[in-house]
């Protein structure tokens, strides 16, 4: 069983910085790559940022330059430090693990998501 654990959303106002991180537990071989979703009220589930093994990051327009995703590979950890947020970026984070390979096979995994709200 692989189990993704997300820790650091919050309350920031407008400019500030959170610093996201999700640990993947289980017997996992390897995982192909690692990323961030967010899903807004009344609004589908988006890609934020994500990161393939050996791969660059690749990033929404609407937070290059603002957002940096990083990954450990001998930890199964992606972060994402998020810089000068703004209201809209307001959502629930959600961590995604794909071609996550274990003794079972291959597949992706989410974790339980982490709200981020952005207000003054």
């Known amino acids: 069983q692989v189990q993704l654990v997300e820790i650091g959303g919050g309350l920031v106002q407008p400019g500030g910085s959170l610093r996201l991180s999700c640990a993947a537990s289980g017997s996992i071989f390897s995982i192909y790559a690692m990323g961030w979703y967010r899903q807004a009220p009344g609004k589908q589930r988006e890609l934020v940022a994500g990161i393939a093994d050996g791969g660059s990051p690749n990033y929404a327009d609407s937070v290059k330059g603002r957002f940096t995703i990083s990954r450990d590979n001998d930890k199964d950890t992606v972060y994402l430090q998020m810089n000068s947020l703004k209201p809209e970026d307001t959502a629930v984070y959600y961590c995604?693990?794909?071609?996550?390979?274990?003794?079972?096979?291959?597949?992706?995994?989410w974790g339980q998501g982490t709200q981020v709200t952005v207000s003054s």
């Open positions: 995604n693990a794909d071609g996550v390979v274990t003794t079972t096979g291959r597949r992706s995994y």
